[in-house]
């Protein structure tokens, strides 16, 4: 069966944002591999625009907007990275971002997310819901929703997200046997599904 993407696609995505993503290095720790008992290699998307892999995602998504779609503006849901990066990639393409936020979202991430222009709704974890409050904005100005990546479903998200793996794919490729030790700040469980599928695609070239 076919993979959804294709190494094609990661390398047009890896192209579209370069105005925007930063190549971040890819860094080894002696005394964590002798820790670990393995080779580690550290994605530090810590030092990416606006201090997270978000960006990228983000950035794809609104740099592949047609310019119809850009003028009805961009909205997305976060409390801070994704916030951030899709405010990020609307100043840049000069369209206005909406970002439904919570009420008790750190304050950094918060004024992080006005300061780069985005105009920001609140609203109580509690007892709203963020989704039907995004569904309802754009309802009311035909804005495009810039999903996080935990709503990554379909091919074209997919590699919206896989190319902080593929960003450095000579390093992977090169430490072919050492790829599953190649670890991301804020690394966790949902990303590992995007780490898994990046495999793939290299293992194709």
């Known amino acids: 069966m076919p993979l959804a993407i294709q190494a094609n696609d990661v390398r047009a995505a890896a192209e579209r944002i370069r105005p925007l993503?930063?190549?971040?290095?890819?860094?080894?720790s002696a005394d964590f591999d002798a820790e670990s008992r393995t080779r580690v290699f550290f994605k530090c998307e810590n030092l990416q625009v606006g201090g997270a892999f978000k960006i990228r995602g983000a950035a794809n998504l609104i740099?592949?907007?047609?310019e119809a779609e850009l003028g009805r503006?961009?909205?997305?849901?976060?409390s801070g990275n994704h916030a951030q990066a899709t405010a990020i990639a609307a100043r840049h393409v000069g369209t206005e971002a909406t970002i439904v936020?919570?009420?008790d979202a750190p304050r950094s991430k918060t004024e992080a997310t006005r300061a780069y222009g985005a105009r920001i709704v609140t609203y109580d974890r509690f007892h709203d819901s963020r989704e039907q409050i995004a569904s309802q904005i754009q309802k009311e100005t035909g804005a495009t929703l810039v999903p996080g990546t935990r709503l990554v479903s379909s091919p074209e998200s997919i590699k919206d997200v896989c190319k902080i793996w593929f960003?450095?794919?000579d390093a992977c490729i090169r430490h072919r046997d050492n790829r599953k030790?190649?670890?991301g700040?804020?690394?966790?469980?949902?990303?590992?599904?995007?780490?898994r599928a990046l495999h793939?695609?290299?293992?194709q070239n």
Not at 21 to 28: E, G, K, S
Not at 73 to 78: E, F, Q, R
């Open 21 to 28: 993503a930063r190549h971040t290095p890819v860094l080894r």
């Open 63 to 66: 740099l592949s907007l047609p």
């Open 73 to 78: 503006g961009v909205v997305a849901y976060s």
């Open 101 to 103: 936020m919570p009420e």
């Open 167 to 169: 960003r450095n794919s």
């Open 181 to 183: 030790a190649v670890v």
């Open 185 to 195: 700040f804020k690394f966790d469980a949902y990303e590992a599904a995007f780490h």
């Open 200 to 203: 793939r695609v290299v293992d």
